[in-house]
Structures are given as structure tokens and as C-alpha cells.
């Protein structure tokens, strides 16, 4: 079992930046894909971001790309999602997940990942 915590979130003016942490308990954390994904109010749990276990790939939703990064310390257990120049449709919560079937090539599908934190609220302000 994987415990996800997520850490970061908070209130940001529009064009703003914000970095959100994701800390992860186990041993084998760096065998993970490990994702990004937000649900707004009202709407469905979306994919955000993605990054290979040794953090050489990452994949990005259309929307935050040129935007959004995502970074791993796999010393430290943690993935990061800097949010640079941040939109009003940003606001979010921002969920982190683990798939532990895939180690290279990320995946895009909530249904690929086992563990996911509880969420970290994102709220963008004009």
C-alpha cells in the first residue's frame, strides 16, 4: 500500500504561481509513474500531468502545457507540479496518484493509477 500527501495549495491571483507536493510512503517509489489530476466543481476528475519513475518522461494535458511542471526527487519520495502563469479555470482540486504497473511510459487514464491522495485545494482569483 502507497500513501499519497499532498501539500501546496492555496489561494493565487491569476497569472501567478504556486508548487504543489506530493509525498509518498514506500520503498519503491521510484518504480512509479506518478500523475497529476484536478476535479473542478461540477466536473469530472481530469488528467493533468505525468512523470516516468526515473522522471526522464513526462507527459501534459493540452491545457497546462507550457504552463505546468512536473519534477520528482525520488530520494526524497516526492513528486512536484510547479503552476506557472495560472487561469481562472485552474481552480481545482489537485489530486496526485501512483500507478505501480508502469515505470516508463505514463499514462493519461485515472484507471491506470492504484493509489491517490486525498487532494489539495487551487483556487485562482482575478
Known amino acids: 500500500q502507497v500513501q499519497l500527501v499532498e501539500s501546496g495549495g492555496g489561494l493565487v491571483q491569476a497569472g501567478g504561481s504556486l508548487r504543489l507536493s506530493c509525498a509518498a510512503s514506500?520503498?519503491?517509489?521510484?518504480?512509479?509513474?506518478m500523475g497529476w489530476f484536478r476535479q473542478a466543481p461540477g466536473k469530472e476528475r481530469e488528467f493533468v500531468g505525468a512523470?516516468?519513475?526515473?522522471?526522464?518522461?513526462?507527459l501534459y494535458a493540452d491545457s497546462v502545457k507550457g504552463r505546468f511542471t512536473i519534477s520528482r526527487d525520488n530520494a526524497k519520495n516526492t513528486v512536484y507540479l510547479q503552476m506557472n502563469s495560472l487561469k481562472l479555470e485552474d481552480t481545482a482540486v489537485y489530486y496526485c496518484?501512483?500507478?505501480?504497473?508502469?515505470?516508463?511510459?505514463?499514462?493519461?487514464?485515472?484507471?491506470?493509477?492504484?493509489?491517490w491522495g486525498q487532494g489539495t485545494q487551487v483556487t485562482v482569483s482575478s
Open positions: 496518484a501512483a500507478d505501480r504497473h508502469r515505470t516508463l511510459v505514463p499514462a493519461r487514464a485515472r484507471g491506470e493509477y492504484d493509489y
Open positions: 514506500g520503498r519503491t517509489f521510484s518504480t512509479y509513474v
Open positions: 512523470i516516468s519513475g526515473s522522471g526522464g518522461t513526462t
